[in-house]
């Protein structure tokens, strides 16, 4: 049977949904991985839909393969307030609105791409509470650290990371047959987590067991997919002096002032208090005009913004939340990119900078070194003294930017949106037939366990919101 594009999907396709509370249209770079997965999977006949929060339920017919399921969702009551956040309750009742998604779809595959609060269906389906859905594959995609979101948020180190690595070791490991990075940096809290089993390995065998845990080795079980940058839409082609000028008149930026750029989300986890240092310590070089135009927005604007004004008036313009076709013309239009976090999962911001041309400066730590290097970035460590030195020598220097520049073409062209997409497809393919092949060491059903998600989630949910009043006594 062809399709409406007169092409004859798989004989066998494989049917995946995939679940996740960071999704925004126009913003993010999980969000725009998953359109540009939607993109490919209807380029390749392949049916996936996207279950993510709304402000009501509906749903969005991408094509005749893709749609995405808004399911109605309060604002989140931790951490960035701005994001709805579907909770367990909304799949856990018989008859949920997640539950009718899941059910008429009938996937072989389920995808959370979350490591909070929708995690507990990976179990709940892995213990027959879901029996009517049969026993699709289920994959966690892990596009953050868990111990780096408790250690910018709550500020704690060493009993941030023994509480983190107990929770992945014993729960997010188990809970889901395969697991998926979008880089080595993300991956490596799986294999940290598992190093420290050392005199709870008690706690570890139930959890594994009390879970039905695949009976193969982990390293089997975690895969890495980086993320692509679409170079259709960022791209060194969209520089233009007329635009630049443009936007340093809307702006009330001199036309001969040095523009550095900074997009992303203004939150704690992105280390956002070394800009602000940063242009402190350019401030100090009146042989030039140095901007920072910072796109995004996030908890820590306004404390930003009233810092920046004492600090360094007029030095930093926030322009707050630009959608992607303004804010490529402000890539290829800038002079510089500034990439503040150090412990960055993938950073597809660096990536889209690199596409359009721009010298990018980052910490050299975490996944941004899957693609970036000396031979194409300008890797410091994250302090301002080192961060200046690297805008200077961008300045200062035309031969080596120049060089660094051309690598990082190079490196584009292995990263793009099309190549990961794909690259995602294949895995997810390679580790169906996987589990299709090993079925008894994923779906063994042991003698069935009294443990009760139901009160479990009840008991989450209260620490949730003990937490939360907590957060908000802090903050």
């Known amino acids: 049977m062809l399709n409406q594009a007169g092409i004859e999907p798989d004989n066998d396709p494989v049917r995946s949904v995939h679940i996740t509370n960071c999704y925004h249209k126009s913003s993010g770079g999980i969000s725009t991985s998953y359109n540009n997965l939607l993109a490919a999977a209807t380029k390749r006949c392949r049916y996936i839909s996207l279950i993510v929060p709304g402000e009501k339920e509906s749903v969005e017919e991408i094509s005749e393969f893709a749609k995405i399921y808004y ?44 490591k909070y609060s929708l995690t507990m269906l990976a179990p709940m389906i892995r213990t027959g509470s879901f029996r009517k859905l049969g026993r699709p594959m289920m994959v966690h995609f892990s596009c953050e650290r868990m111990d780096d979101n408790v250690r910018s948020y709550l500020g704690i180190g060493g009993i941030g990371k023994w509480f ?32 420290g089993v050392r005199g709870t390995k008690w706690l570890m065998n139930t959890c594994w067991n009390l879970l039905r845990s695949p009976r193969l080795p982990v390293e089997e079980r975690i895969y890495v997919c980086p993320r692509g ?33 900074y997009a992303g989300r203004l939150s704690p986890e992105k280390n956002v208090g070394l800009l602000l240092e940063l242009m402190k310590e350019l401030y100090k070089d009146r042989s030039r005009d140095i901007r920072l135009l910072v796109a995004g927005d996030g908890p820590k604007t306004d404390r930003l913004k009233k810092l920046a004004n004492k600090h360094v008036p007029g ?80 300045l200062n220097d035309p031969s080596r930017r120049n060089e660094k520049l051309r690598n990082a073409e190079l490196v584009v062209q292995e990263n793009t949106s099309e190549i990961s997409a794909n690259q995602l497809l294949d895995t997810y393919d390679l580790i169906y037939q996987q589990f299709l092949k090993q079925k008894e060491l994923f779906t063994a ?21 003990i937490f939360g009043m907590g957060l908000d006594n802090l903050l």
């Open 445 to 465: 059903t042991p003698e069935r366990s009294r443990f009760n998600f139901i009160e479990f989630a009840r008991l989450l949910v209260l620490a949730l919101l």
């Open 229 to 261: 940058v679409d170079t259709e839409r960022f791209s060194s082609v969209a520089r233009s002096e007329q635009v630049r000028q443009k936007f340093c008149s809307d702006l009330s930026v001199p036309s001969n002032a040095v523009l550095l750029l």
């Open 71 to 114: 399911v109605p969702a309060k604002n989140s009551p931790v951490f960035d307030k701005r994001y709805r956040v579907m909770m367990p309750w909304q799949y856990l009742k018989t008859d949920s609105i997640i539950r009718r998604i899941l059910l008429k779809e009938k996937p072989n595959v389920i995808e959370v791409t979350d």
């Open 315 to 394: 030095k930093m313009v926030f322009l707050g939340h630009l959608d992607k076709e303004p804010l490529a013309a402000l890539y290829a239009n800038a002079d510089a990119f500034i990439h503040p976090n150090p412990r960055e999962p993938f950073g597809i911001a660096p990536l889209e900078a690199m596409a359009s041309g721009l010298p990018v400066v980052a910490p050299n730590s975490g996944g941004i070194l899957s693609y970036a290097s000396q031979e194409n970035a300008w890797l410091v460590e994250p302090t301002a003294q080192a961060f200046a030195g690297a805008v200077h020598e961008i």
């Open 164 to 195: 983190t690595d107990l929770v992945i070791r014993n729960y997010h490991l188990p809970a889901f047959d395969f697991h998926l990075a979008n880089s080595h940096y993300t991956a490596q809290e799986f294999f940290e987590s598992l190093a």
